[in-house]
């Protein structure tokens, strides 16, 4: 049956405090419903763990992943599709700072997968694109609200009507991926330089940070500096912040505990 078959690999790094997750699926990592639903489990596993600092999404293989399961959606009921974005976008949900590291192929799914990352760095032989109009179809888990919110509408309208692909030097550009890495090595290489920054910072201030951000960037600007406002009086009395000042004072690394 094809919704079901591949992998979403879990492992643990950094003395539990980063979680990996692998997409698995053969040659081009095609994303099934059964992957769908696996990342969904994984970031509610994430999302209890008070352990887990950061998550990095990874491809295995040469490409991230080509895109969804075209023949499984043909087997789905069209009221099934009503919440089919829900799975791939819990990462945006997360309370976790999320990488997305790309190399290859990053289409479709894979895209909006990576779309509702925090951060996404590629290689520099990486493509980006959103093909559903190929098929008669459009993006339906969030590629069109967060590709436009990244590049612009008019980009946006351009390459999901057209189905064109975005190289790793304009995706950059655009200020869709972070940084890009010269070859797979380099990328990983970059994934660690950026949980070392990571890693160090307060647990707390972090996914206040991220709250603040994506919660204010939809709306008028005098809200989001009344959030930013009221979330930075809050963290003015967290462990964290005294534990930063002190840190600061005494010139040593902080101690962060997340509280």
Excluded at 8 to 13: A, L
Excluded at 28 to 33: G, L, Q, R
Excluded at 225 to 245: C, P
Aim: glycine letters at 10%; hydrophobic letters at 40%; proline letters at 3%.
């Amino acid at each position: 049956m094809a919704l079901t078959g591949g992998h979403v690999h879990h492992d643990v790094t950094h003395e539990g405090r980063v979680v990996n997750l692998t997409l698995d699926n053969g040659r081009y990592n095609v994303v099934t419903m059964e992957m769908r639903r696996r990342v969904a489990e994984r970031f509610a596993a994430i999302d209890a763990d008070p352990n887990v600092n950061a998550v990095v999404i990874r491809g295995e293989g040469a490409h991230f992943t080509s895109g969804g399961d075209i023949a499984g959606f043909v087997e789905i009921e069209p009221v099934d599709f009503t919440d089919l974005g829900q799975d791939i976008t819990a990462p945006a949900r997360s309370a976790k700072p999320v990488i997305t590291a790309v190399d290859g192929y990053c289409f479709g799914v894979g895209l909006e997968l990576a779309l509702s990352a925090d951060i996404r760095v590629a290689t520099a032989r990486s493509q980006f694109a959103l093909p559903e109009m190929k098929l008669g179809m459009i993006p339906g888990s969030g590629g069109t609200q967060r590709l436009a919110r990244l590049i612009g509408l008019s980009r946006t309208k351009y390459h999901v009507l057209t189905g064109e692909r975005i190289s790793a030097q304009q995706a950059e550009e655009w200020g869709i991926t972070a940084s890009t890495a010269a070859d797979e090595a380099a990328l990983k290489a970059e994934v660690e330089r950026i949980l070392d920054v990571l890693l160090g910072h307060s647990p707390l201030a972090m996914r206040t940070a991220k709250e603040v951000l994506d919660r204010g960037v939809d709306g008028p600007l005098y809200t989001g500096i009344e959030l930013e406002r009221k979330a930075y009086a809050m963290l003015r009395s967290s462990d964290d912040f005294a534990e930063g000042v002190a840190a600061f004072n005494e010139k040593r690394k902080p101690k962060f505990k997340g509280r």
